[in-house]
């Protein structure tokens, strides 16, 4: 059994990882931190965990935590998580850090969009955790990023094409979707259940979202070259999902088979990649509570352009669920171990 | 007063109607049709109207009820609409028709996206009902086709962009949302509440949606030459609302400030469409329940993109609100008359 | 034209105070109090309101806002309001306190379930503001206290039965569930979407809610003796609506025709109070947006019980609309001015 | 392995039978039964599944089923169940029927709410499916009748109360609300987005849901006399999710302590019901997609009341985990085999 800890367990992604670590066979989920909540059961803090754990919410102290597990979970905002990273690998332990710290390889472009990062060196060895496109290196990592949740669903289906050379990388236009779990747990009015309640808005319109360089970096090394897009995210009156819907230019005439057959051969053995068949296209309600990316596409002869459209639950594939794939390969797991539960629908 | 009458009152467009007409200080609903329903009262039908109508739904007799209504509202699939809409004309009455059939003014083209047209030399005098670009010939017309739901709000949007040059129409991508209500009140699976709840998908994905040459037919009338776009349409877990997002590459450099001075002067006498000031984006709960379109944009300077935001209440400004302003003018009556409630919110 | 303003605007129940009097033809909003958005359009706060008014929210200040006014909604929470309201009234000017400060005649009962009251001398003056009961001591009112919203969903299904001796006082329990804007718009985790949505909970369970001593207050009026209830509050995942389902054992046996009867008896000059037939019960759904109060009942002959169910939008009649329908008689207005509108469904 | 299958899969606890029993590490599912989608793959009806399963939906065929399973889940409608389980039985074969068939013990009580019945004899043998209340009896069963999803929230408060005398058996009433798989996933208008949306209502109000003679009947074997209670349904815009919010009149005064210890210790063996602690209460969202029945209580001395609120959802607890936890007895499984993941939040 595999000792590990959750930094930063009172949002939607902590309580998440501590579902699906609760029922892993092969870990202990030894110890939840959180500073708004230290001293109370985190089964009181989220009640759907009553009977499932029974750990106390504590402080963070790095060398009290460092006896009790051997693998962490950083679920803490960025910057938090560039101080506590290197302190965590410096006592020899493997990280899964769900902040945006060690995402993007290029620091200027994080200092650029985020704030001064203090801990560049790490940035290096740091993997980036889509374990479809970055197995073999999660394996050996000791630092994994784990992406965020519009480049997951984005990446996953553009990548395939862009390596292809199926697609024109100048036109690329993403237009995604989140449920409300995505906008953090933090008391604020424009989250309430009456302000989002049915209803639909964009936000960050403009080429400003944050996750915009980290979807640019991995369609980059897909394409070969520097990649530029557009991404206006918008906020879904649901909790769990994201679909995200791309379009781009075909640069030769190509069959909708041989496209099929391309995401077919890519995700063959992947077991959390979905490609749906022709007329088919994901909801969001069909991943919901589970680790799956499913991918649809069609083609717009009329325009000359391909659509795809993914899905994913934002907070599994989106966040933990992926966490908790890349420590089960970190840790030499068989990769699906506690996250092999089908959506659930309704 | 004006005898007006709905025909086909059952849907959530006549329900819509009759919210509106009955609260209309100048016309009298005196016949709704419904063969379903005939012989119940509209308000057990629809109880939110309870006390506000006595009217019973009926069936369909173009005689009996030419005695009764001097206006109607066809609120009728299409194909029924172009059998009945020449049968009121006929009769000397004026109709504002809410289905497809006399909206696309090339026959050829209706015939490509539904099915063989039974009257074509009326489609010839039909006016296309968006009221803010065909106002004077609105005033004019016995027959007014009012505009699908998509289309309106991307057409508000997109018209004035394209009538100036300002951005390149081979570049266009629509990404539209909409609520369920959209999707009519006919007993489906795939629109039970368990079924559309806390989910979001595309649908009619590849350029098949048969709105899609109505927005075509506008934006071309707009820019002045044969707009081809791609035009994607999702269902959200909404009752009432569309929200599109529409890209497109800028033709020449420009400013937010001379493209929002653009809008300020397109719209500044229209009482229902409202421009958003700088970093203000629309949400569908923001013109819930009201007659109004309310437009933001962003130019995205690293991809050379503007993108345009617009939102309607889809069975209001997309429907039974837009097709009561049509017969406002239709009838010499203030445009606004009985329309001029603020949006619900929350 | 009568001036009036809302001081407190920046809550639900503010925002539909403003939507509501924006489209009322006998007064003119001319001010709104908000200190956290002081400075501020009330349209950039609710933008909704777009187009619908130029206020700009503004501290409060007494002796400026009697200059623009000469009734006030105060919308303010309870303890603010007992020190308000008295400086108002001795400027001569009307006010609709929809807090709970002046709702309670007894003062004890008051202090022992809020706090110290500072103007119980205000206490006695006050008129419930209840027109279905208190319809002509309102007239003359220079004080209103607007009722709660569960009590104003109860007291009207409730009071006839009471007055009749039909059912036994002792053995009221009522079961009552509210949408999310009950619960106001301030930044808490608990009223968070994804904390609300998808989910259902009670809350103040064991007697314990503060609309009880209110809602025993009239119970016991119509009854004539002291009456000791069962009142449980739910939580809705939707934004607007109460429905509250009371339980009673019947005194004698009488048939639901009488029932009936006797309220179509009490409640038939009512313009905002609607008696189903047989077998139809309200649904929330049925009078959202609307001053409608809705109610229905059943006889369980099984258990001797009559069953009635009532209907309000918490935020029209049980807040603004009613407070609006008060300001209508206290000031000579057709009581249905401004509330006209029929229940926007779906 | 135990090879089993499901009759009736089509619906939403079809669905939720297959999603468990995929991940049941003890049986293999062979066989899913629908008339209206015979030959298509469940996963094409349930794209959740895609990927979980192979079955092709099928026609029942008793003989050919018998070949390929050894334990049935009956999930077809009342009647139906009646002459389909018999059949099952006589080859030699166990069944859960979540019908309500089997579930009366007296076959006229039976005949008076549903339709005569065709095969009494079997009634005897049927055990009452709460594990809690028959384990023993389950484990030997062959025949378990799998009880309705609001008696099962219900009585699991209800009945220690009952056994032990604290509350007076003829002042029960029980108002439940339930989530909207309860009404099944047949094409209605009733059960469409818009009309469940943002809206809530009472049903089968007066003692006449069908659920009524179950909740008695068990409700009387734990009292040892005819209990008679007030059940009203309420239907909630969520999709999963009961709460049952019951009250009763105490006996004799009793602490909170003392009925805390009652509950602690009747259930401190469960594995699926959850006593909450002081001052805690269940919400509908902490218990989804688990098999736990939540239960919270209060006392409400100025009414000498309790009042219990218990929570599960009705798809699981409510129906098709409750029957694979009964398969586990059946079958010398684990009772927690499958059922064993934490609810998920949010």
Redesign the interface.
């Known amino acids: 059994m595999l000792n590990v800890a959750i930094i930063g367990a009172s949002g939607?992604t902590g309580?998440e990882l501590?579902?699906i670590l609760?029922?892993h066979p092969q870990v202990c989920l030894t110890a939840a931190t959180s500073r708004q909540y230290a001293g109370i059961p985190l089964s009181e803090v989220?009640?759907?965990?009553?009977?499932?754990t029974d750990l106390i919410c504590e402080n963070l102290s790095v060398p009290e935590l460092c006896a009790r597990a051997d693998l962490f979970f950083a679920a803490v905002p960025h910057k938090t998580a560039m101080d506590l990273v290197p302190q965590l690998l410096e006592k020899g332990k493997k990280v899964v850090d769900l902040s945006a710290d060690f995402r993007l390889r290029d620091v200027t472009v994080y200092e650029e969009w985020y704030q001064k990062h203090s801990s560049p060196e790490f940035i290096k060895e740091a993997v980036y955790g889509l374990p479809e496109r970055y197995r073999s290196q999660i394996r050996d990592a000791r630092l994994v990023a784990n992406p965020g949740c519009y480049p997951t669903s984005i990446v996953l289906a553009l990548a395939p094409l862009l390596e292809k050379g199926i697609i024109d990388p100048t036109t690329i236009?993403i237009?995604s979707?989140s449920g409300?779990?995505g906008a953090g747990?933090?008391?604020?009015?424009g989250?309430?259940?009456?302000?989002?309640?049915?209803?639909?808005?964009?936000?960050k319109?403009?080429?400003i979202h944050r996750h915009l360089p980290e979807i640019e970096q991995e369609l980059s090394a897909a394409s070969g070259s520097k990649v530029?897009?557009?991404f206006?995210p918008?906020l879904?009156?649901?909790?769990?999902?994201i679909?995200s819907?791309s379009?781009a230019t075909l640069t030769d005439p190509i069959s909708a088979d041989t496209i099929r057959g391309l995401y077919q051969d890519t995700y063959q053995k992947e077991s959390f990649v979905?490609v749906?068949p022709e007329n088919?296209?994901?909801?969001?309600?069909?991943?919901?509570?589970?680790n799956?990316c499913?991918i649809?596409f069609?083609?717009?002869?009329?325009?000359n352009?391909i659509?795809t459209?993914s899905t994913i639950d934002n907070i599994v594939k989106g966040a933990a669920g992926q966490a908790v794939q890349n420590m089960n390969l970190m840790c030499g797991f068989a990769e699906e171990t506690g996250l092999?539960?089908?959506?659930?629908?309704?």
Do not use: M, W
């Open positions: 939607y309580v501590a579902r609760c029922n989220f009640p759907n965990l009553r009977g499932k236009i237009d979707k409300t779990t747990r933090s008391a604020a009015v989250t309430l259940f009456c302000e989002v309640h049915d209803g639909f808005k964009a936000y319109v403009g080429g530029t897009i557009s206006t918008h879904l009156p649901i909790s769990r999902g679909l819907t379009y979905r749906l088919c296209f994901p909801a969001t309600q069909h991943v919901r509570g589970s799956f499913d649809g069609a083609i717009d002869r009329r325009s352009r659509i459209i092999g539960g089908a959506p659930f629908f309704p």
